[in-house]
């Protein structure tokens, strides 16, 4: 069983934004999330810890319903957007998506596509019917918040594959934020960075707090303490323990939180 410490009165006055209810996810037979009960404040970062194969993927594609796009995936339990159930019958999956955006470990902008045009995607995904101005005034609001703006304004019409790893990976942040999501979740985004690309990212992921909740899969322990409110550790599937960031990086609930971030495993 999961334990949690006692929130700090900032994040206990504030609002669940998301909430997952006896979550299981499968693939196939292999059950790859055990029974998780988490709720994301809104507002707020909430990152997600462990080793490798322990379910922390998995667990955020539930968030927004990606994850029954795998053949033979299924899921049960509840997940709870604002109070309503996404996985509730009559829900559409892409609707879902327009509010609980992804961004994925590997920058994954359209190859074909203009920088522009990659953000204006992510309108098409979701149905919007807006007029060029309209879209293009929520493309050029988006790389603002992305800090893409200056660097790419005069080659909206250019390949994103031009643009270095970093700027690609803000290009996909953009591109989910162009649908003004309530949720964005982060699938290990850095991984695949430089320094100073990663730096950027996190400063991003700063100026985005409060505005937008931010779900967070890292394997990077000083990372999560550098940009979280609140850390998730997850164990075979399992969430251990979730507790403000700096509670459970100095004094966790649970021996096995402890041996993780002490280095004993993972």
């Not at 309503?84 to 998506?97: F, K, S």
């Not at 203009?114 to 995607?121: K, L, Q």
């Not at 459970?248 to 609930?253: I, K, Y």
Request: aromatic share 4%.
């Amino acid at each position: 069983m999961a334990t949690e410490s006692r929130p700090t009165p900032a994040i206990s006055a504030a609002r669940p934004r998301l909430v997952s209810e006896s979550l299981d996810a499968w693939f196939g037979e292999r059950h790859a999330v055990r029974d998780v009960s988490l709720t994301v404040i809104e507002g707020s970062v909430l990152a997600i810890i462990g080793p490798s194969g322990c379910g922390k993927s998995t667990f955020l594609r539930c968030l927004n319903r990606m994850h029954e796009t795998v053949p033979t995936a299924r899921v049960s339990g509840r997940v709870l957007l604002d109070g309503r159930d996404i996985y509730a019958r009559g829900v559409n999956a892409i609707a879902v998506r327009k509010h609980v955006g992804m961004v994925f470990q590997r920058p994954t902008p359209f190859p074909t596509m203009s920088i522009r045009d990659n953000v204006a995607a992510g309108l098409r995904a979701v149905g919007a019917h807006l007029s060029r101005r309209e879209t293009d005034e929520i493309v050029e609001g988006a790389l603002r918040r992305t800090a893409l703006w200056d660097e790419v304004k005069d080659r909206l019409h250019a390949s994103a594959l031009a643009l270095s790893g970093g700027q690609q990976q803000r290009l996909c942040i953009a591109r989910a934020l162009a649908t003004s999501p309530r949720v964005l979740l982060l699938d290990e985004p850095t991984a695949s960075l430089d320094p100073a690309s990663t730096q950027s990212v996190e400063q991003l992921i700063r100026e985005l707090r409060g505005d937008v909740t931010i779900v967070i899969v890292t394997h990077n322990m000083q990372q999560a303490a550098r940009i979280s409110d609140r850390t998730a550790f997850f164990l075979l599937g399992e969430l251990v323990e979730v507790a403000p960031t700096e509670t459970l990086f100095t004094t966790p609930a649970d021996d096995r939180t402890e041996a993780y971030i002490t280095g004993r495993f993972g």
